[in-house]
């Protein structure tokens, strides 16, 4: 703790004025004791992120960023982390968060990088890894149970287990985004059948990871693209967008399916939904030991992560900016540190 410096540069996003700023000057986190002090490296931001506050309870002065990787700096008794570890993690949104030099997570949200993977490509997997791999398995479960054994693993053996979802179709709307583009990913890896809405653009991208379909959604409503025929329906529709692409993805979803949402503002439609139609809303939960599953999948290099582009720490409006187009491919890292 002695060598850690007493101030740090961190983004502050002002809770009153909704502003953002950097200071050169904010406090060097101390504690608390069952917090991991971590030597952050990259941090990724996450689409709307700056209006959770109302939630959630910030202070005043809060500091964004959830996404994390980093080196630990200091102990928490009863961890499995050392001083040296390089790790990655999503922050608890209550808490303050990683555009900062030193940032603090607890040993519960955090897993080791997995080899082969670097520190910024690091960051910009926890949060929207949970969100789509809770989606698809927890709440949607496609596999038809959730548990370490019945999801996409590797198991002791060192061999890859998948297709636990054969048979079954998942619609994933927004699927070039942060969490779309890991929820194609697992959705694949299980063996289910698997398609996304996205524009011409980033069709390509898709089926480089072997999707099975891009319906792209500045030409076809989903309405129009089932166009009355059962079959075309979807078990699972996974909402990564929301608005009128959420309303219109409920034409999608068979009798009996499930419709998940992690965007805010999700409703039912007013005409009611399809019968037997289960829809959830949820928010993720960070678990250190799924992160540490997820990471032995990308460790086999059976998994493609997407950094949409790289900002220094100076850099935080421009970056800010990226994410709130809503058309970033892939997550907006800021790298705060080169080591
Ligand atoms: N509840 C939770 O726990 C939780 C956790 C994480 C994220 N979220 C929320 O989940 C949402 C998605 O997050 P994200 O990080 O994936 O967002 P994102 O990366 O900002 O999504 C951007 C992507 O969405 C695509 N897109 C934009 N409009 C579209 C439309 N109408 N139809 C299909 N694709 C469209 C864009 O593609 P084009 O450029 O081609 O348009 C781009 O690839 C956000 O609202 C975020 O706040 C919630």
């Not at 998948?162 to 969490?179: M, P």
């Not at 939960?285 to 059976?302: N, Q």
């Amino acid at each position: 703790m002695s060598e850690l410096p007493k101030t740090q540069k961190a983004v502050i996003f002002n809770t009153n004025t909704t502003q953002l700023s950097l200071s050169t000057t904010a406090p060097v986190p101390t504690g608390p004791p069952e917090e991991h002090i971590i030597k952050v490296h990259s941090t990724a931001i996450t689409n709307g992120e700056l209006t959770w506050g109302p939630f959630v309870n910030w202070p005043v002065e809060h500091v964004p960023g959830f996404d994390v990787s980093g080196t630990i700096v200091t102990t928490v008794p009863g961890s499995k982390f050392q001083v040296g570890d390089k790790v990655y993690g999503r922050i608890g949104a209550a808490r303050e968060g990683a555009a900062r030099q030193y940032a603090t997570i607890l040993p519960s949200e955090t897993a080791l990088v997995p080899e082969g993977l670097d520190m910024v490509d690091a960051a910009s997997v926890p949060m929207s890894a949970h969100t789509a791999w809770q989606a698809l398995f927890e709440k949607g479960l496609i596999t038809g149970s959730f548990s370490p054994s019945s999801v996409p693993h590797v198991g002791k053996d060192g061999n890859f287990v998948g297709d636990q979802a054969k048979g079954k179709r998942v619609l994933v709307l927004g699927a070039a985004g942060g969490v779309g583009f890991l929820a194609v990913q697992f959705g694949k890896l299980a063996g289910a059948t698997v398609f996304g809405t996205a524009s011409a653009r980033n069709r390509e991208l898709l089926e480089g990871l072997g999707i099975d379909g891009v319906i792209d959604y500045n030409k076809t409503s989903m309405k129009d693209w089932i166009s009355g025929d059962e079959e075309k329906k979807f078990d699972l529709v996974f909402d990564c967008v929301g608005g009128k692409s959420m309303l219109d993805g409920w034409n999608a979803v068979k009798e009996n399916g499930v419709y998940v949402s992690v965007v805010v503002g999700f409703k039912e439609p007013d005409e009611g939904k399809p019968a037997g139609v289960k829809s959830i809303w949820f928010i993720m939960d960070a678990r250190g030991p799924e992160l540490e599953a997820i990471g032995k999948i990308i460790a086999k290099g059976l998994i493609t992560t997407s950094v949409d582009s790289i900002w220094a720490i100076e850099e935080y409006e421009n970056a800010f900016k990226k994410t709130a187009t809503g058309h970033a491919k892939g997550k907006v890292v800021i790298k705060v540190t080169d080591n």
